[in-house]
């Protein structure tokens, strides 16, 4: 089992910046991949950003230049560094963890961009 805890979610202002946290427990040892995933409202959920093994990272074509996902091994945290927001990336922010066929989610954390 992984376990995922997100936090750093909040209220922005339009062209502002957040950085969301992921912390993570458990068999980090079985993961290959790292993922940031959103939910708006009245949509489905896609994912944001992705790293692999080896640092690879992909991004959503939206977020190119302006989001980017890092980890921090010593501190097992994945961090999602998002700027020049604006009110359409008004999501919940889910960090997601992959085992091989397994992904395993953390709660979610809000995020609210205002015009």
């Known amino acids: 089992q992984v376990q995922l805890a997100e936090s750093g979610g909040g209220s922005v202002q339009a062209g502002g910046s957040l950085r969301l946290s992921c912390q993570v427990s458990?068999?980090?040892?079985?993961?290959?991949?790292m993922a940031w995933y959103r939910e708006a409202p009245g949509k489905q959920r896609e994912m944001v950003a992705e790293m692999r093994s080896g640092d690879y990272a992909h991004y959503r074509d939206s977020v190119k230049g302006r989001f980017t996902i890092t980890r921090d091994n010593a501190k097992n945290t994945v961090y999602l560094q998002m700027t020049g927001l604006g009110p359409q990336v008004t999501a919940v922010y889910y960090c997601t963890a992959r085992t091989g066929d397994t992904y395993f989610w953390g709660q979610g954390a809000q995020v609210t961009v205002s015009s």
């Open positions: 458990g068999r980090i040892s079985e993961i290959n991949a």
